[in-house]
């Protein structure tokens, strides 16, 4: 029995009637509590808060995505590791994991601020059969079903929990891969978050459960986005606070206004100018002005 095998174990089941020496003290050394019963066996008390890769891996029931995980202390950006990674040829559903990034990328070229074990910095290597738009859409949605009931879309791709911002995705195209980068805010103080953005984040006890409740997502989502995109619209629709609205965006030096209708079947934003004519918006190199 490996690690891995064992920690799935012990989030099956309440008692594991045997688990080898040499895993028990393994998993005591990573900062798991693990108590033993007489004739009932070994019951996980406590995880630590850390990202694992076994751990993760133990978790999940995912078809394709983190197929092969792997977890960095720190790195500069996660998109780049998985750049280079598919260089190498890696298999599709690959997942990076830094527990903090010296280079965070944001949209635009911003900062992101990634600060050690208070978020969920990770990409993802895909090679989807359908457009990137899709892609950010279904990620979209995976982010706002994990962070709960109270959290929102803002168009394109940002997470927002009470009007602040909870995480954001920086899907990049790189030579046939596509690699979808996601950043969640989790057990932030005000410190911790660039005070510019607006920002919030995620409470809970259980980051690396957050995680893995993520993957599951997004393994759902992906293959939704290929089979039947419509319904993931409909659920962004029903969460997304742009839809419904007169906005403003600048693409460029040119500024749009309309009012936002949906989405098409490529997960572009169509907006209706008010000569009625209806505009198509693809593409990460835009900013919304005004919602
Ligand atoms: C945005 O809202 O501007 C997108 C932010 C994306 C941040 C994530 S964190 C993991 C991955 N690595 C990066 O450098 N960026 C993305």
């Given at each position: 029995m490996n690690l891995t095998e064992a920690l799935a174990q012990l989030y099956r089941h309440e008692y594991v009637t045997k688990l080898p020496a040499a895993v028990l003290a393994e998993l005591r050394q990573l900062g798991y509590v693990v108590e033993q019963r007489a004739h009932l066996g070994y019951r996980?008390?406590?995880?630590?808060?850390?990202?694992?890769?076994?751990?993760?891996?133990?978790?999940?029931?995912?078809?394709?995505?983190?197929?092969?995980i792997l977890v960095f202390e720190?790195?500069?950006?996660?998109?780049?590791?998985?750049?280079?990674?598919?260089?190498?040829?890696r298999g599709e559903g690959l997942v990076v994991?830094?527990?903090?990034?010296?280079?965070?990328?944001?949209?635009?070229g911003r900062v992101w601020s990634s600060p050690r074990g208070k978020g969920l910095w990770f990409s993802v290597l895909l090679r989807p059969r359908f457009p990137l738009t899709r892609l950010?859409?279904?990620?979209?949605?995976?982010?706002?079903?994990?962070?709960?009931?109270?959290?929102?879309?803002?168009?394109?791709?940002?997470?927002?929990?009470?009007?602040?911002?909870?995480a954001g995705i920086l899907t990049e195209a790189r030579d046939g891969v596509a690699i979808l980068g996601i950043g969640v805010n989790v057990n932030c103080q005000a410190k911790d978050l660039p005070a510019e953005l607006h920002a919030t984040s995620l409470v809970t006890?259980?980051?690396?459960?957050?995680?893995?409740?993520?993957?599951?997502?997004?393994?759902?989502?992906?293959?939704?986005?290929?089979?039947?995109?419509?319904?993931?619209?409909t659920e962004w629709a029903r969460l997304c606070t742009t839809v419904g609205k007169q906005i403003a965006i600048r693409m460029g030096d040119r500024r749009i206004e309309g009012?936002?209708?949906?989405?098409?079947?490529?997960?572009?934003?169509?907006?209706?100018?008010?000569?009625?004519?209806?505009?198509?918006?693809?593409?990460?190199?835009?900013?919304?002005?005004?919602?």
């Open positions: 996980l008390v406590e995880s630590p808060d850390r990202l694992i890769a076994d751990d993760l891996r133990a978790r999940l029931k995912t078809q394709m995505i983190g197929k092969e720190e790195t500069a950006s996660t998109n780049d590791v998985v750049a280079r990674l598919a260089d190498g040829h994991f830094a527990e903090s990034q010296t280079k965070g990328r944001g949209r635009h950010t859409v279904a990620a979209s949605v995976a982010v706002a079903r994990v962070a709960g009931k109270e959290a929102r879309i803002k168009w394109p791709n940002d997470v927002t929990l009470h009007g602040r911002k909870l006890e259980d980051r690396p459960g957050l995680a893995a409740e993520l993957l599951q997502e997004l393994d759902e989502l992906y293959r939704q986005a290929d089979e039947d995109f419509a319904r993931i619209s009012h936002a209708q949906a989405l098409d079947e490529d997960g572009a934003l169509l907006i209706r100018r008010d000569s009625g004519k209806i505009e198509r918006i693809v593409g990460a190199d835009l900013t919304l002005e005004r919602e």
